[in-house]
């Protein structure tokens, strides 16, 4: 499995990078969301990169041009609710794209712990297509696992770009073993070691969902 960390390397990227986690600026919901977008839209443009072109011919107003276009199919495909935002970014790119959406959640326990439970996918086929699976946050990976068995549902995607801005190293070794090899990608935007006691990232950025969107009950 290929594996890219666009943090390790020195770009504008750390800067929305840094700003998603930092405490104070977290308190403006519009810019956490903003800067997801953001780093959604540089994920986009790096995937571009790496995809299948095909020379096309563009009618100018004063002759042809020829440029190299990406010929795949795309889907983008998205965890609820905090997946939104990053999701917007990449399909600002991915504009012609067709979309996903996947409602899995953590169900907590008495005693602490927490399993993941899936409700609902709403997804066209994706036989042949290339897609990419969001989440702003890969804890353990087991959220990302079955989203990926709610797609295969949908059909047999010709490649899988999986997306997380911050995941733990736990969880990127969990994805590594588990999703397949030699179709799958891992695009992440910085990987912290630890997991705590409620499987939040450390340091990570706290509850994506919650910073974007609010608080919710239960």
């Known amino acids: 499995m290929v594996v890219h960390t666009l943090g390790a390397n020195n770009s504008l990227f750390n800067q929305f990078i840094a700003e998603i986690r930092d405490v104070n600026v977290q308190k403006d919901p519009l810019r956490f969301r903003r800067n997801l977008e953001r780093i959604g839209e ?29 010929s795949c199919e795309v889907v ?14 990449l399909l600002n790119y991915f504009d012609r794209s067709e979309n996903a959406f996947i ?3 953590r169900k907590h326990t008495d005693d602490g ?3 993941v439970n899936f ?8 036989d042949g297509k290339v897609v990419i699976l969001a989440d702003p946050m890969l804890a353990t990976g087991s959220s990302m696992e079955l ?14 770009h999986v997306v997380s801005v911050i995941a733990s190293q736990e969880g990127v070794d969990f994805i ?15 990987v912290d070691k630890d997991l705590n006691s409620k499987s939040y990232i450390v340091p ?10 609010g608080a919710k009950l239960g």
């Open 147 to 160: 989203a990926y068995k709610a797609m295969l549902t949908k059909g047999t995607p010709k490649h899988v």
């Open 119 to 126: 409700e609902y996918i709403s997804s066209p086929s994706i």
């Open 42 to 70: 540089i994920f986009a443009y790096e995937i571009s990169k790496v995809l299948e072109f095909s020379e096309k011919s563009i009618q100018t107003p004063l002759g042809e041009a020829k440029t190299d276009l990406p």
């Open 204 to 213: 990570g950025c706290g509850d994506a969902g919650d910073l974007a969107f």
């Open 176 to 190: 590594k073993n588990c999703l397949p090899k030699e179709n799958t990608t891992l695009w992440m935007g910085a």
């Open 76 to 89: 983008v495909a998205s965890i609820l609710r905090a997946g939104l935002p990053l999701h917007t970014g």
């Open 103 to 105: 409602s899995a959640y």
């Open 113 to 115: 712990k927490f399993t």
